[in-house]
């Protein structure tokens, strides 16, 4: 089933909050995913290996994972290729030194 905007397949949106960062076709996307799971470090040194079992509580997590799926599809539009803005990843030693020190 299509979903129109706005929609989502989650029984409760209510905590959901969306984000929009830019136009990307399907196939940039299918691209960025399958390169995502490629083992070791993208061209520019961005860690890749997003496969099943892979996590890491601090460092190759969710929020990474949307960090550099948006730098592979050159997001948000307001700031291309700079990915997931630093508020958002906490935990991350690098974007956050402070408190990812803390955090981990």
Same mark, same amino acid.
């Given at each position: 089933? &299509?979903?129109? /905007? !706005? &929609?989502?397949?989650?029984?409760?949106? @209510?905590? $959901?909050?969306?984000? *929009?960062?830019? %136009?990307?076709?399907?196939?940039? $996307? &299918?691209? @960025?995913?399958?390169?995502?799971? #490629?083992? !070791? #470090?993208?061209?520019?040194? /961005?860690?890749?290996? /997003?496969?099943?079992?892979?996590?890491? @509580?601090?460092? %190759?997590?969710?929020?990474?994972?949307?960090?550099?799926?948006? #730098? =592979? =599809?050159?997001?948000? /539009?307001?700031? @291309?290729?700079?990915?997931?803005?630093? !508020?958002?990843? *906490? &935990?991350?030693?690098? #974007?956050? *030194? +402070?408190?990812?020190?803390? +955090?981990?």
């Amino acid at each position: 089933k &299509e979903l129109k /905007y !706005g &929609e989502s397949t989650f029984k409760d949106n @209510a905590d $959901i909050q969306v984000f *929009p960062v830019g %136009h990307v076709d399907k196939k940039s $996307i &299918e691209k @960025a995913l399958e390169m995502s799971k #490629r083992c !070791g #470090r993208s061209s520019v040194g /961005y860690l890749l290996d /997003y496969n099943l079992k892979s996590n890491h @509580a601090t460092e %190759h997590n969710s929020h990474t994972f949307v960090d550099l799926l948006l #730098r =592979l =599809l050159n997001l948000p /539009y307001w700031n @291309a290729g700079s990915g997931l803005p630093s !508020g958002f990843m *906490p &935990e991350n030693k690098d #974007r956050n *030194p +402070i408190s990812g020190r803390l +955090i981990a």
